[in-house]
């Protein structure tokens, strides 16, 4: 009996799903656990995995929405998984190796004789080349761990080792993302690697990613299915060309496919279809961005040239390039908008005086060094700053949490830096209780894993207090934006020679503004700026950071 496939749940508030794409074709063999289709919701996409070997029957055409629970797919035939239409003594042998196969045989041959598919649906179910692993012996199926609490999909940043490369137990293998960190993957066994989801797919917890296949007989194997590709994408052409008979769905376009050629202003007659029996994919409607560019070719014949109405093409390369955003990237900005939306914020500004740190810093920045092992940078003066001011003015140290205030006794505050995926906030934890020298070294240590993408999750987490410094980039003056659920960020800027009044003379001073944003629901306007004078008056004479006064 075949087994049906239907759209399972993916989320309490999603309904239904688009079939984004096949990853495998109508009547290809199937393994347990293979993902053979892409599903969008309007939050996220999501792999489908088969439920049991056998051969796809697809009933749903790619680019369709279709809702939870609609069956779209059947697996007939688990003796199909391994791609031979073998003869009934064959398919008894399978039966003996493997009790959950009983019966499977009658499936088989019913497939082998009337198979309701096109001559090109049937070509995809040709022999595999014997010797193929199969994934039983020593083969270790790796799955995605659970990485954190509130963390339900991943993707699959890179893969560190190529398909078919021999690894070793706990040998890295890929990195993963998250919508808050990076994490390596090590190997679970040793063998020969096989990639089971491509490079930048997004996919869920417990979803198998690769499998581990021991012994070198699985690598003489690997050059198998490399020779049986080419053929694979026969059947699509033959539909393509009209391989198949026409049906309904000949020329007609998924929803999908139908608004993206709808926004390029292309009508479905002039793309041809790879789907099935004709049909044009979401794929289709992409790939045809590049017919309009041969349109303009009637615009050379020599009466429109001479005509001054019609307008001149803009010079030079006018390209364009569309990247799926990250998790990151789309927590991030989830996260500020929400900001912007939920908290009352506003900004106030002062401006300090850095010749006193930037005179102390130039006596003793060679001891300290030797001494230390780390530079004396600007970022712990701000930081010992702070920790005293938070100290004074608990409130720009507390945060909401449903109808109470909670303060906080300490001070972990959260460095925001830029790594090369995009904005993250790795935390020192009580900066209070830390030495010049001990903060310094926290801010190399965090911002090395953080250019790296080897920040955890606990690092970037649980902060009081935010400090940015848009100075490093050449930033005068912004407003920087709070860190939820914390109450108030303090932004940095750049150093700047400029003339300032001094005992009744002008003087030129290295003047940097400070920017302070809050969330007025918790802080008033009297601890705002009480706050940031504290601040500025710690700089400006960094004695008192020594005297604590």
């Known amino acids: 009996m075949p087994t049906e496939i239907k759209i399972p749940a993916v989320g309490e508030s999603i309904t239904e799903v688009t079939i984004a794409k096949w ?50 797919a059947e697996l007939d035939g688990a003796a199909a998984a391994n791609g031979q239409a073998a003869p009934a003594p064959a398919s008894s042998a399978a039966t003996a190796a493997d009790p959950l196969n009983k019966g499977e045989e009658n499936a088989q041959a019913s497939d082998q004789a009337g198979y309701g598919g096109t001559p090109a649906d049937r070509a995809d179910s040709s022999p595999a080349t014997p010797g193929a692993p199969t994934g039983s012996g020593g083969t270790v199926e790796m799955k995605i761990p659970a990485v954190g609490e509130s963390i339900t999909e991943v993707t699959v940043a890179k893969w560190l080792k190529p398909d078919g490369a021999q690894v070793s137990r706990d040998e890295v293998i890929a990195e993963l993302e998250s919508d808050k960190a990076t994490f390596e993957l090590p190997a679970e066994g040793t063998g020969t690697l096989r990639h089971a989801v491509k490079e930048g797919e997004t996919i869920g917890i417990g979803t198998i990613i690769a499998r581990i296949e021991g012994g070198s007989g699985a690598a003489s194997a690997a050059p198998a299915p490399a020779a049986s590709a080419p053929a694979a994408p026969a059947p699509a052409a033959a539909l393509a060309t009209g391989g198949g008979a026409s049906t309904y769905a000949t020329g007609v376009p998924s929803p999908a496919a139908g608004k993206i050629l709808g926004e390029k202003g292309i009508s479905p007659a002039d793309v041809a279809g790879s789907g099935r029996d004709g049909r044009i994919t979401k794929e289709d409607a992409q790939n045809a961005q590049a017919k309009p560019a041969a349109a303009p070719a009637p615009a050379a014949t020599p009466a429109p040239a001479a005509s001054q109405s019609v307008p001149v093409a803009p010079a030079g390369e006018r390209g364009q390039r569309r990247e799926r955003m990250s998790n990151l990237r789309k927590t991030v900005a989830r996260r500020l908008v929400s900001v912007k939306n939920e908290t009352a914020m506003l900004t106030t500004f002062n401006e300090v005086n850095m010749q006193p740190i930037m005179d102390l810093r130039t006596k003793f920045k060679d001891k300290f060094k030797e001494k230390n092992g780390v530079g004396l940078g600007f970022m712990s003066f701000f930081t010992k700053a702070v920790c005293v001011a938070l100290q004074e003015w608990p409130a720009v140290n507390a945060y909401i949490d449903g109808g109470d205030i909670v303060y906080s006794d300490f001070c972990d505050i959260s460095i925001a830096v830029s790594a090369p995926k995009g904005l993250v906030v790795p935390v020192i934890r009580n900066a209070e209780k830390l030495s010049f020298d001990g903060i310094e070294k926290e801010v190399v240590r965090l911002a090395g894993l953080a250019r790296d993408n080897k920040l955890t999750i606990e690092q970037m987490t649980g902060g009081t207090f935010t400090i940015t410094n848009g100075g490093i980039f050449g930033s005068m003056l912004s407003t920087p934006i709070i860190n939820a659920p914390q109450s108030a960020i303090l932004g940095m800027h750049n150093i700047i020679q400029r003339p300032v009044a001094e005992n009744g003379q002008v003087v030129i001073r290295p003047m940097m503004y400070l920017a302070l944003s809050y969330d007025h629901r918790v802080i008033d306007g009297r601890e705002s700026v009480s706050f940031l004078v504290r601040v500025k008056e710690l700089l400006e004479d960094p004695t008192r950071l020594l005297l604590g006064v």
């Open 23 to 72: 990853l495998k074709k109508d009547g290809e063999a199937v393994k347990r656990d293979e993902v053979i289709a892409e599903l969008e919701s309007d939050k996220a996409t999501f792999e489908l995995p088969a439920e049991a070997d056998g051969t796809l029957k697809i009933r749903v055409a790619e680019g369709e929405t279709i809702g939870i629970g609609t069956v779209i």
